[in-house]
């Protein structure tokens, strides 16, 4: 187990690499993203799985009949976050192999079918919009909706998926597909300190934050930097920057995330006033009141100093996710299963990211498994865990998919 996991991370590693800052960037339909795809499908191929890609462009790996039903799938997505680390998403996909090859190595006899999947634009970091290919199989976003994506480049989604070689026009809901699905597990890192703090290093997710993301655009008045008065200025950078510490406010008092991480400004001129300022707020927070509460605030203050510097402003809610409870019989049998292979209780835990598996758990029964990591730190290239934890994460999900898939 320990081999097969040190060569597919080895082999895994490069793919999508930015020499200059130590991430990755594997955006969706993009050179790096066909060059993990390919890496996931040798990989399939040399444990003699069957490889197929369903009409959202996600990929499975199958044990046994597809079609047969009540299937156990696990795995998790290759793309990253632009400059992301090494382990949020792989570390599953990778895991999942391993484990396979640990229940080979134990000898095991299947039940039940097996899939290893790849879910394809997991992060958004492309179009905006995370968890594509698992919304698209669930009906959670519509062929329609997914048109009108755009990159940064003005380039839609169906441009892209046909750029790479896939048929755009066939996107949509696969109910055939996840009805054959009797319980998924996406193993991740976590991404928080709660198992390094209590010394654990394999957890169970509890439910995932209701979350969402807005768009702000900010409409002002451009103008030269140097002759312009302040008095006359309509600057649509001021009321962003006054809701950027707006934001921050607000989560404090609500005990919630809040974040403006991606700004967008024309004409983007140092001498310039912007006529244009677009930033895009991620929220979170542990129940849907207190996310309302914050977000409802911070587009309260937003408007109150963009009415004050005489600036328009309008506020567009461009993806949203409710709060996701795991269903307690598959995650209570999941505790089940590791307290008899290992002897100890495993520690249930909540997390503000969202996952593939939050997408699909209102369509099958879904589980999480978390991995201990040291520093919190995701979304970075100093995101990290260690090879032993990364080990007992495989034992982990072994000892599960053998509980549920092999007996």
């Known amino acids: 187990m320990s081999a097969s996991f040190h060569a597919m991370w080895t082999s895994l590693r490069p793919l999508g690499r930015c020499d200059a800052s130590g991430g990755y960037r594997r955006y969706a339909w993009t050179g790096a993203d066909a060059d993990c795809r390919l890496w996931f499908r040798m990989q399939a191929e040399a444990r003699r799985l069957d490889v197929e890609t369903d009409r959202n462009g996600n990929q499975w790996a199958w044990l046994g009949d597809p079609t047969a039903g009540d299937a156990v799938v696990t795995g998790s997505h290759l793309d990253s976050v632009p400059d992301g680390g090494a382990f949020d998403g792989p570390l599953g996909i990778v895991s999942a192999f ?42 959670q976003l519509t062929k329609e909706k997914a048109f009108e994506l755009r990159d940064a480049d003005g380039i839609g989604l169906p441009e892209a998926m046909a750029a790479a070689g896939y048929d755009p026009e066939a996107i949509g809901p696969d109910p055939e597909r996840l009805a054959r699905i009797g319980a998924f597990v996406e193993l991740h890192v976590e991404q928080g300190r709660a198992l390094d703090l209590s010394g654990d290093p394999v957890g169970i997710a509890s439910a995932i934050w209701p979350h969402g993301r807005w768009r702000y655009d900010f409409h002002g008045e451009a103008n030269h930097a140097g002759t312009t008065r302040l008095v006359d200025r309509h600057d649509p950078m001021l009321p962003y920057a ?57 587009e309260t203050a937003a408007r109150e100093h963009a009415a004050r510097q005489g600036v328009d402003l309008a506020v567009v809610r461009e993806s949203f996710t409710p709060v996701v409870e795991f269903g307690h019989a598959l995650r209570d049998e999941i505790g089940r299963l590791l307290g008899e292979a290992t002897g100890a209780k495993v520690p249930v835990l909540g997390t503000g990211a969202g996952h593939d598996a939050g997408i699909l758990s209102a369509s099958i029964p879904t589980a999480m498994l978390f991995v201990r990591n040291p520093t919190g730190v995701s979304h970075s290239p100093a995101e990290s865990a260690a090879e032993d934890d990364c080990l007992a994460g495989v034992r982990a999900l072994a000892d599960v998919l053998e509980g549920l898939a092999c007996r």
Do not use: H, Y
Not at 102 to 109: C, H, I
Not at 246 to 270: D, H, S, W, Y
């Open 98 to 139: 391993a484990a396979l090859d640990e229940l080979r190595a134990r000898g095991v006899s299947f039940k039940r079918p097996l899939a290893i999947v790849n879910f394809g634009d997991e992060e958004g970091a492309r179009f905006g919009l995370a968890c594509v290919g698992s919304r698209l199989a669930s009906g």
């Open 242 to 298: 006054e809701t950027v510490l707006a934001a921050r406010r607000q989560a404090e008092l609500a005990g919630a995330v809040a974040t403006f991480g991606k700004i967008a400004v024309e004409p983007n001129g140092v001498n310039a006033i912007p006529s244009l300022v677009r930033g895009w707020l991620d929220a979170r927070a542990a129940d849907q009141e207190s996310l309302d509460t914050v977000v409802a605030g911070i």
